[in-house]
């Protein structure tokens, strides 16, 4: 596995108040590439929990890509919402699965350079349409957050996941607002706090909300029982897993 902290912007490091062992941390999580198939420390892990929750004829199957050629894989609907390297390429090839990817100012719904284009502040699938729902590193992106889960909760059937990762603070003790969309119309972005994008820091996609230690309570609170895996979150280790169920 190739460790790589450059990986980790020092501008993003000094804007987040990242300390040094924070930084390492983060570093491992966006990196510790496979060396078979590239992926980062957080897609293998969001793999082996998918491996834990739905196994082969009674047993974990030993890799995702063994997985998704059963029939149990075969007859799950999943969603991929934003491409997850290492996972997309294991799922691809699913009858049943959906992957897409947020276009700005383009209709959710329609397709671009082949692409399904949808977004959390509004997907176009039908309520109660899939059994898993894939997200990594996305949710804090979202200009409304509880409008994201609840999109989220809404395109799953009874019973049915969302398994995800995100980029939870060990020193934020309660989840808050960054930034807005402004309500004049035309999409500018409104500042509630620092402002820090990614990948970069300053450069990037916009951090709308700050994901704190409460962040499995907000789950809860949104309607999803939640589990934590490879957690808690902590100064040493921020690559945690987090699996959402819709009751039923």
Not at 2 to 26: D, H, K, N, T
Not at 119 to 130: C, N
Request: proline residues 7%.
């Amino acid at each position: 596995m190739l460790y790589r902290r450059r990986v980790i912007p020092p501008r993003l490091v000094e804007l987040w108040g990242l300390s040094e062992r924070q930084a390492e941390a983060l570093a491992r999580k966006e990196s510790c590439d496979c060396s078979g198939c590239g992926s980062k420390l957080r897609a293998r892990r969001l793999a082996d929990v998918l491996l834990d929750l739905y196994p082969v004829a009674g047993r974990r199957a030993d890799d995702l890509r063994s997985w998704a050629r059963s029939p149990e894989a075969g007859d799950l609907r999943i969603a991929e919402i934003n491409r997850i390297d290492g996972v997309h390429e294991a799922l691809e090839d699913l009858a049943r699965f959906h992957p897409s990817e947020y276009v700005s100012n383009v209709r959710p719904g329609t397709h671009v350079a082949g692409v399904r284009h949808e977004s959390l502040m509004g997907l176009t699938y039908e309520d109660d349409r899939f059994d898993l729902v894939l997200t990594s590193e996305t949710l804090e992106h979202v200009p409304d957050l509880a409008v994201a889960l609840a999109e989220i909760r809404r395109v799953l059937v009874p019973g049915g996941r969302h398994v995800f990762t995100a980029p939870v603070s060990p020193d934020v003790a309660r989840t808050f607002p960054r930034a807005r969309v402004a309500g004049d119309g035309d999409g500018s972005v409104e500042d509630l706090a620092p402002p820090i994008k990614h990948p970069g820091g300053d450069v990037g996609y916009h951090v709308f909300t700050e994901l704190g230690r409460d962040f499995p309570e907000v789950l809860e609170r949104a309607g999803f029982q939640t589990e934590v895996r490879f957690g808690p979150v902590s100064d040493d280790d921020l690559a945690q897993v987090y699996v959402g169920r819709k009751p039923g």
